[in-house]
């Protein structure tokens, strides 16, 4: 028993097994901006590209454990991960490898490839932490323009990164449901322009600038450009058209364009973590990255498609402006000539100093505006060349976003919890209700995720026409509001994030109709 002890003590004695010169490769050509911790990989098929090879000197035999992991916000601040694939091999000292064969139908973004030996893990950091673990990207079509909007005529220029061989790229308006022959799948889009082919041998190892399309004479709206290469993969590319001159119609809606790229997880950086101020307390975000879920932006869903949708079913004609637009009108009073009404239908959470003047003063004047979610003109932000700084919140500033919308921020629950409006102003506003079915008391839809509600910095008069009571607990219940001030502005806020989502609803759909009838009236 003397030796196997003897052993045994030799070998506690000995250093913990490591790896060291971590490197990771995709076994091809490298895509532009790849480093020795990061590898671009497209796995579909044709053996360029299709697999993540990693390399290590392990310094002791050990088994080493891989796990491709997606990190994602979980809350706002807080973050969390999910091991999509696993493996483990034991091998000797000395060079090793480990190999990770993507399926096709993995999401377009990159993974961090978490590497444990003994008790050692490379790979465990979190979005401002060290990196010392490869990063895969995942290669999809990444798409974006080059500007948030552009008027009828003006060339618009796309930035594409994909290492297909060819492309058909094309332009939907999304639309209300038409026939299927001319919709797209995921936009519900009616098609703009037939299929263009691109031929895009000349990129595959680095993104080109594409002078994609001349915006033609199409209504002022919201457009996608869709790509499609020629082994499947799909990418989106929102834009705006504005309208040729501002007050072409004499409703103005303003697309949440800030909000938009403050909630674009897409990782420029390679780290493994998206970059935005909510993931890694980053300060700053690029408004020129594509969008992470197919280039189409976050929570899309809840609130501009639907209200988009509402728009077409009911014939309402609307000039369509992004931030940048409405940051470029020079005044309130220059917006108040051009526009009776400017709807807000996203979560306008983030607007400049101009942007918050520009809005209260044309409220001050008389203007009407819409607020359809919750938390708006929260914090301030400028905007310098390609990037959006965060900025204060409003009412630390002085400027409580209520004294303009009638409600401000109370909390979030993420959707945890969502309750019904119960309606309180069907009395005192009835032309708020009418034709709805609804009274005093009745309830209707499902909202939350965000709420807002009044408090002391609301305008004298605020009335509340519905509320969802103690949403997040005691006390603490969302408010849609509605006040008129004595120059005749007449201001209208949900109160819930979602409540454009439910435009699908026959009674919602009827208390919209109301209210913009009111607000659009001279």
Do not use: C
């Amino acid at each position: 028993m003397i030796v196997p002890l003897v052993a045994a003590i030799a070998a506690a004695s000995l250093p913990a097994p490591a790896l060291v010169d971590i490197r990771v490769s995709n076994g091809s050509a490298p895509f532009s901006g790849d480093t020795a911790l990061l590898a671009t990989v497209s796995p579909n098929g044709d053996g360029f590209r299709d697999s993540a090879v990693v390399r290590f000197v392990l310094t002791r035999a050990a088994t080493v454990h891989l796990d491709v992991v997606a990190t994602q916000m979980v809350r706002a601040g807080r973050t969390g991960t999910t091991v999509v694939w696993s493996t483990a091999r034991r091998l000797p000292a000395g060079p090793g490898r480990l190999i990770w064969r993507p399926a096709r139908s993995t999401q377009p973004r990159t993974y961090i490839l978490r590497l444990t030996v003994g008790t050692r893990v490379y790979g465990g950091y979190g979005p401002n932490g060290r990196q010392n673990a490869p990063v895969v990207r995942i290669q999809g079509i990444d798409a974006a323009f080059t500007r948030r909007s552009y008027a009828p005529g003006e060339t618009a220029e796309l930035r594409l990164a994909t290492d297909a061989r060819s492309l058909r790229l094309q332009v939907f308006a999304y639309q209300s449901p038409g026939r299927p022959s001319e919709q797209d799948v995921k936009t519900a889009g009616l098609a703009m322009t037939g299929p263009i082919p691109v031929d895009w041998r000349g990129h595959r190892d680095a993104p080109a600038l594409l002078r994609v399309v001349r915006a033609g004479d199409w209504p002022s709206g919201l457009y996608f450009l869709r790509a499609i290469s020629s082994d499947g993969r799909v990418g989106y590319a929102p834009f705006i058209v504005r309208p040729k001159r501002l007050g072409t119609e004499r409703v103005a809606v303003v697309l949440a364009t800030n909000t938009w790229a403050a909630y674009n997880f897409e990782d420029a950086d390679g780290n493994g973590w998206g970059d935005s101020w909510y993931v890694g307390g980053h300060s700053t975000v690029d408004l020129e990255r594509p969008f992470l879920d197919f280039g189409v932006p976050f929570r899309f869903h809840d609130w501009d498609l639907d209200f988009i949708a509402w728009l077409n079913r009911t014939g309402k004609r609307v000039d369509f402006l992004s931030d940048d637009d409405l940051d470029g009108v020079r005044s309130g009073d220059e917006l108040a000539h051009r526009y009776d009404l400017i709807v807000f239908p996203g979560h306008e959470e983030y607007v400049t100093r101009h942007a918050y003047d520009v809005i209260r003063r044309y409220r001050d004047v008389g203007g009407n505006l819409a607020f359809l979610a919750a938390n708006n003109l929260y914090r301030s932000v400028t905007r310098r060349g390609s990037t959006l700084v965060r900025g204060r919140l409003w009412r630390k500033l002085g400027r409580p976003e209520a004294s303009v919308v009638g409600v401000q921020y109370v909390g979030s629950n993420h959707g945890e919890k969502q309750g019904a409006f119960v309606v309180a102003g069907a009395a005192s506003a009835p032309w708020a209700f009418t034709g709805t079915g609804l009274a005093n008391g009745d309830s209707f839809g499902r909202y939350g995720i965000e709420i807002d509600a009044r408090p002391a910095a609301s305008p004298r008069g605020t009335q509340v026409l519905a509320r969802i009571p103690d949403l997040l607990g005691r006390g603490r219940t969302a408010e849609m509001t509605y006040y008129e001030t004595p120059a005749g502005a007449k201001v209208f806020a949900a109160g819930a994030l979602n409540f454009a989502a439910s435009l699908g609803r026959p009674e919602v759909a009827r208390l919209l109709d109301n209210i913009w009838a009111r607000l659009t009236v001279p």
